[in-house]
């Protein structure tokens, strides 16, 4: 294939250390057609900045273009000044911090290149700092992608993770792009596809890797507990087209994330209420949702050893996974 695909890496507050993991599995795809645009949002770290600059000078690769922002423009704005950037018929994301196992690139656009499709999303797993398997994202449950079904299964579940995304150029150009939102980019970039028309379909693999760490991440703090509320309200304009079982899930979805976003704060007795909530929404999704989560991780754990299950065919499978 002799498609060009770019990958935008937005950074902000990041140590060069994970930066370079990022950027480096772009460049260790086994589809070589890339072009990588590092967009550094750290105008007011000067020194973040300059470790920035150093590394991408000490790469010395013609397939990274680096951009500086003149102003701090968040997540939302960054990645969109990637996207003017781009010369890439088809484009990805990566956040600072995760990585693409090296045959990403190339089976997600096989597939999208088979499906004609304009956007794919994928499955994501994700690590702590320790090096334990915490979560791992799929969307088996989706049997529909007419936009009518991912519409609702989007507003019940969410159907997102930039990372896992790669759009076709055009379509996410002629969508808007991201919307400027302090939380929930990747939500609402998702909706503004789905309700744009454009053709979706679930690449159902797992070629990305999440760390979950606190480092520079903005979902941590009183971000999360505001944001997650403000998702919530947003939702909330969507009952209408849902069934009172898909209502009752969103109720239970959101104050179980707010048991999460409480406990980072703190705010033990936020997190308690939060909890009785999640359960009383409904009890049956609760035990349902708690003990199918608990099932899966550990089932990942279990499986995935030094990540050779997960990596499949990568080069990197004996590789240490964690580098922190």
């Not at 050779?308 to 990197?316: H, L, P, V």
Request: hydrophobic share 40%.
């Amino acid at each position: 294939m002799s498609i060009l695909v770019s990958v935008v890496i937005p950074t902000y507050k990041r140590s060069v250390e994970f930066l370079s993991r990022a950027v480096e599995s772009v460049l260790n795809q086994t589809y070589q057609n890339i072009e990588i645009i590092v967009v550094d949002d750290n105008p007011a770290f000067p020194e973040i900045r300059k470790n920035v600059e150093n590394y991408i000078r000490e790469l010395n690769s013609d397939k990274v273009i680096y951009h500086q922002n003149e102003k701090n423009l968040g997540g939302s704005l960054t990645r969109n000044a990637g996207v003017d950037l781009a010369h890439g018929e088809y484009i990805a994301f990566l956040d600072d911090d995760d990585e693409f196992m090296e045959d990403k690139v190339e089976k997600q656009l096989q597939f999208m290149l088979d499906t004609d499709c304009d956007l794919s999303f994928s499955d994501m797993i994700m690590y702590n700092n320790a090096g334990q398997v915490v979560d791992y994202r799929d969307y088996n449950f989706l049997t529909d992608f007419d936009n009518h079904s991912l519409l609702k299964a989007h507003i019940t579940r969410n159907i997102s993770g930039t990372s896992s995304f790669i759009f076709r150029t055009s379509k996410l150009r002629e969508i808007g792009k991201f919307t400027d939102a302090p939380m929930g980019q990747d939500f609402l970039v998702m909706l503004k596809s789905i309700e744009g028309g454009l053709k979706i379909r679930y690449f159902n693999e797992c070629h990305t890797i999440i760390y979950k760490h606190n480092e520079g991440a903005i979902s941590n703090g009183m971000n999360k507990v505001n944001g997650e509320k403000n998702l919530y309200e947003f939702r909330k304009k969507y009952f209408g087209i849902l069934s009172p079982e898909e209502r009752r899930f969103i109720n239970f979805r959101h104050y179980a994330v707010m048991v999460v976003a409480y406990r980072r704060n703190s705010m033990y007795l936020h997190m308690v209420g939060a909890a009785f909530q999640a359960f009383f929404s409904s009890p049956k999704i609760f035990f349902s949702e708690v003990f199918g989560f608990i099932s899966k991780v550990f089932s990942h754990r279990k499986t995935d050893g030094s990540i050779q299950e997960i990596r499949s065919t990568s080069a990197k499978a004996d590789k240490e996974v964690i580098a922190k």
